[in-house]
């Protein structure tokens, strides 16, 4: 049984999904807002959100870490360099979710997730 378990499958397995997860974090986190499906946006708010309060520390065991879970090293150092100071005063809640309609193709629903 899988009860209060919240990982989101996303219909991938295990590897694809986290690697996907982990760039779509780098994406929001390098542009600040992105353009993707709902539960996407659902499931990687925590990886965000957590990138960001591991980068308000901001000392040497913080940098390792985003970058043992962060892909791309523009979004460690954007992370650790301008968001970890942005947010120094913010408790948590450093994303929002915009809906912007359903797709064309499959009419699957598109949100912009954003950093506040």
Known sequence: MRHRKKTLKLD???????????????????????????????????????????????????????????????????AMEVLGERYQDRKGGYTRLIKLGNREGDGAPVVQIELV
């Open 12 to 78: 991938l397995k295990k590897a694809p999904r986290e690697m996907m997860l982990k760039n779509l974090a780098s994406s929001v986190l390098i542009y600040e807002k992105v353009k993707t499906t709902e539960a996407k946006a659902k499931a990687v708010r925590s990886l965000v959100e957590k990138a960001i309060s591991v980068a308000k520390v901001g000392d040497l065991t913080a940098r390792r870490t985003l970058i043992q879970t962060l892909p791309q090293k523009l979004a460690v150092k954007k």
